[in-house]
């Protein structure tokens, strides 16, 4: 009984590598919430100034169809994950960096950052060492500060855009939306 346990437990904790917990699905369904089109366009395109870009590196920008080429190299969903949460937390600050204090998308974007640094506690078990090294390296990139070579004008909806699409693709079918 004891051999059939240990082999159920280790398959699971295999298979959770692949499969959201259910403590990145909640948050991430408190953060498609928040990142409904109404409040985006409100708060990322109403407030700002006609044709307003944020100043990004070229890392910072995650699309579906950079997500689609990382799958087709074999990379994990939970790789995946984990470089979509740090992109698109990287992507929030960018955003609230630009932002006084009293400008009204500030509390927006605070309570977008409170949200991922709850979920970055999920994924705090996660070391860089985990995840394959294309991944780990794209996240190196995303958190050096030297990389002013490399920077983009970016709009800050269309950051925001992207961040909910490669979320839907990510953690549609794992948290069952």
């Not at 500060?145 to 709009?155: I, L, N």
Request: proline share 4%; hydrophobic share 40%.
């Amino acid at each position: 009984m004891q051999q059939g346990y240990a082999a159920v437990l280790c398959v699971l904790a295999v298979m959770g590598l692949e499969a959201a917990a259910p403590g990145e699905c909640e948050l991430t369904r408190l953060l498609q919430d928040k990142l409904q089109y109404e409040m985006r366009l409100q708060y990322m395109k109403h407030y700002f100034p006609i044709d307003y870009t944020v100043q990004v590196q070229y890392e910072e920008v995650l699309r579906p169809s950079n997500i689609t080429r990382l799958r087709n190299g074999t990379v994990s969903e939970a790789a995946l994950r984990y470089l979509w949460f740090h992109v698109s937390s990287q992507a929030v600050l960018r955003i609230r960096e630009v932002l006084p204090e009293k400008h009204p998308s500030w509390k927006y974007t605070q309570e977008l950052c409170q949200l991922f640094d709850a979920l970055g506690k999920e994924y705090s078990k996660y070391r860089q060492t985990d995840v394959e090294a294309v991944v780990a390296d794209l996240v190196k990139l995303v958190h050096s500060a030297g990389a002013e070579s490399r920077r983009k004008a970016v709009r800050p909806k269309a950051l925001l855009d992207n961040c909910l699409k490669v979320m839907r693709m990510l953690y549609g079918v794992p948290c069952e939306w």
